[in-house]
């Protein structure tokens, strides 16, 4: 079981880059597949992206590819969201999640995940 803690959410300017940081707690991080998710007012939650348990295997949501990219530093518990040339649209506040998966295919779907943290806003102004 790992505890996740986002941080690094902000106010930035269309156009700028941010760095979510996601902290786990736990002996068995390494064993987990992490995404990130996100969810605006009034909408549901939505994938944004993940990342296999090794860093091997990263996959996007169409709306976010070439634009952040997931990293993973098992030595530190440490899961980071780079995000750049962010936009309006982006607003939203960000979540990380985990689950038990040593394969390289990642879940989209939030039913799969079974560990949350409490989410970081994330806020871009045009």
């Known amino acids: 079981q790992v505890q996740l803690v986002e941080s690094g959410g902000a106010l930035v300017q269309a156009g700028g880059s941010l760095r979510l940081s996601c902290a786990a707690s736990g002996r068995t991080f390494s064993s987990y597949a992490i995404g990130w998710f996100r969810q605006a007012p009034e909408k549901e939650r939505e994938f944004v992206g993940a990342?296999?348990?090794?860093?091997?295997?990263?996959y996007y949501a169409d709306s976010v590819e070439g634009r952040f990219t997931i990293s993973r530093v098992n030595a530190k518990n440490m899961v980071y969201l780079q995000m750049n040339s962010l936009k309006p649209e982006d607003t939203a506040v960000y979540y990380c999640?985990?689950?038990?998966?040593?394969?390289?295919?990642?879940?989209?779907?939030?039913?799969?995940?079974?560990?949350w943290g409490q989410g970081t806003q994330v806020t871009v102004s045009s």
């Open positions: 999640a985990a689950y038990l998966n040593i394969r390289q295919r990642v879940a989209v779907y939030a039913s799969t995940y079974d560990e």
């Open positions: 990342i296999s348990w090794n860093g091997g295997s990263t």
